[in-house]
């Protein structure tokens, strides 16, 4: 692949001109700045790759990609310093001077972990920020990719759309996020009931291990290629790039939004929807999106579902396939649209969709202040516990509150649990996620908002999951536990929040995480332990 930089020289120089001069433990970033220009000799180079505190642009270049803006306020804790590495080289160097001068690193992507984790630690730290590294590489001939992990969703989209009609990905609809974080916790977009999650797809990687070593699938060997592929970001390595084999898609492709509230028999339709979904034809996904919205009556609010689906097809074989399966919904042609298999990721994304440019545009989902949660279900939710549920979106705390029903079935019941780490396979009929919104000025009650919550996730703890209660590793949580961040973390602390995650994947990935970084040196409030202390 020819956008990697494979050059150890400089870092093994690093490595000899530090052991030589018999440099000591410091937590000083000024150690820690010291050890990196050791190895970015030329000036210029430093000013673009490492932004200290004291740098004019150190905020523009935290801020660029934090998507939960409840992790920027000026109580945030930040980074001693933000590494921006242009090469391989600046990356086992910063490696290898973190890990002297006793510093966590955090890895960033695309900035949109839930709880912050790759911008934010409590203990010192600096961001290695893989915005550089975000060249796509599509071989229509072969029907593969070559990504670098710090591209966008939107970037991969944008680059297959642009030399092919025919083929497409089945990662997530959100053009903004990620590949390095969203690939390394499973991905899962419109297109999982056909194909399943983007971790099915990577056939090779390349990964910067804790000692600097550049590894591609060969050389990593299958145990630590498995644990990359959904066991979480943080943990295993940097990964820098993900070959990916991409699936076919039809030229035409049909979207639709159908809207019913509770004046509308929304409980009922919802109800029999948890009965089709997930047993429709593989090329049919439609997902359902709850709001709080206004009434027809004047002053009055109420609760709407807006069902959004994908067709891998025209609208007219759609029409009479939605009319038999699932009448209640009341489809008509007007509610749908033909368009390209890339317009559809914008239009389920409920990005604008002008043109295909909108796909590269970095602030095309608006930044917001959030906490969220997710479930896993596997029996449908009798009418009276929809009344339930819905009925807490007219509390006054869920003004921007919202939950999303993702059909499950097709290729997913196909994929053995233990195939991948992300273990949410056969028997779920759909992934339930709650959000939970507020405005800056209303920071200071973030916590009536967090309750509300929290209510909301103990009242659907009858209706999801149990033993354990299953939870999308994407979607983080740091509510269902977490590491101890400066200290070591027994198997079974982690194993609180490490089973619902991965269910029993997480034995194994502890195990490939003990034998590939067994002193923990990535590690974070939810990356897997080694079993013993380092
Ligand atoms: P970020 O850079 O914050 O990284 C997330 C985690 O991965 C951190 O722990 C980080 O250290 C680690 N990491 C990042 N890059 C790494 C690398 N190169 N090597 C090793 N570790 C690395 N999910 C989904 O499945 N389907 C969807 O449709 C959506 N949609 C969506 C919309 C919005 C608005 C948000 C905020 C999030 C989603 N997600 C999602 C969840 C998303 O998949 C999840 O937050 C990803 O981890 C984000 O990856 P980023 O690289 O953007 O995050």
């Keep these: 692949m020819k956008f990697l930089q494979y050059s150890v020289l400089p870092f093994l120089l690093v490595v000899v001109i530090l052991s030589l001069s018999g440099a000591t433990l410091v937590h000083s970033h000024g150690d820690f700045l010291h050890c990196l220009s050791l190895h970015l000799a030329n000036s210029s180079t430093i000013s673009k790759v490492i932004y200290m505190r004291n740098n004019p642009s150190y905020s523009s270049v935290l801020n660029a990609s934090i998507q939960n803006t409840r992790f920027s306020t ?27 001068h006793g510093l966590q690193l955090r890895i960033r992507s695309g900035g949109h972990d839930f709880e912050g984790l790759s911008y934010v630690s409590e203990v010192p730290f600096v961001i290695l920020d893989l915005l550089n ?21 939107g970037e991969l989209y944008y680059g297959i759309a642009a030399k092919t009609k025919t083929l497409g990905f089945p990662a997530g609809v959100c053009p903004t996020v990620g590949i390095g974080g969203h690939f390394s916790g499973g991905g899962y977009g419109i297109l999982v009931r056909k194909y399943g999650l983007a971790a099915d797809h990577i056939i090779d990687a390349q990964l910067i291990d804790a000692n600097g070593r550049i590894l591609d699938r060969k050389s990593m060997g299958e145990d630590l290629f498995w644990a990359i592929r959904g066991g979480g970001g943080n943990t295993f390595g ?9 699936v076919p898609v039809p030229v035409v492709v049909t979207v639709f939004t159908v809207n019913k509230n509770l004046e509308q028999n929304v409980t009922k339709i919802l109800h029999r929807w948890q009965y089709i979904a997930h047993k429709l034809p593989d090329d049919l996904y439609v997902d359902v999106g709850i709001t709080k919205v206004s009434s027809s009556q004047a002053g009055k609010k109420t609760v709407q579902a807006a069902f959004i689906a994908l067709f891998l097809g025209g609208v007219d074989e759609l029409i009479p396939l939605v009319q038999e399966r699932f009448p209640e919904l009341g489809l008509a042609k007007e509610n749908c649209s033909e368009m390209s298999w890339a317009e559809s990721v914008l239009y389920l994304g409920r990005a604008p969709r002008t043109s295909l440019d909108m796909l590269l545009d970095k602030n095309v989902i608006p930044r917001t202040i959030f906490k969220a949660k997710s479930d896993y279900v596997k029996e449908p939710i009798p009418e009276s516990g929809i009344e339930g549920f819905l009925s807490m979106f007219l509390e006054k705390e869920a003004d921007f509150a919202s939950m999303l029903m993702v059909p499950f079935g097709g290729k997913m019941e196909e994929i053995p649990e233990n195939e991948l780490p992300y273990p949410h396979r056969a028997g779920n009929l759909f992934q339930a996620s709650y959000i939970v919104g507020w405005s800056k000025e209303e920071n200071a009650e973030s916590g009536k908002y ?22 999308y590793f994407n979607y983080r949580d740091l509510d269902i536990g977490s590491n101890n961040i400066s200290g070591y973390t027994s198997y079974q602390q982690a194993s609180i929040w490490g089973f619902k995650y991965f269910k029993n994947n997480f034995k194994r990935l502890v195990q490939v995480k003990t034998m590939v970084d067994p002193m923990n040196f990535f590690r974070n409030e939810q990356s897997i332990p080694p079993l013993s202390s380092p």
């Design 74 to 100: 000026p109580a945030t804790p930040k980074p001693l310093a933000i590494i921006t590495p242009l090469k391989t080289s600046h990356i086992q160097s910063t490696i290898y001077c973190s890990k002297k």
């Design 133 to 153: 590294f975000r060249a796509v590489e599509v071989d229509t001939k072969n029907k593969v990719a070559w990504v670098q992990s710090g591209a966008t969703l």
């Design 238 to 246: 940097i990964v820098l790039a993900w070959k990916i084999k991409l």
């Design 450 to 471: 967090i309750s509300w919550i929290r209510r909301f996730y103990s009242y659907m703890a009858t209706y999801v999951s149990k033993s354990p209660r299953e939870a």
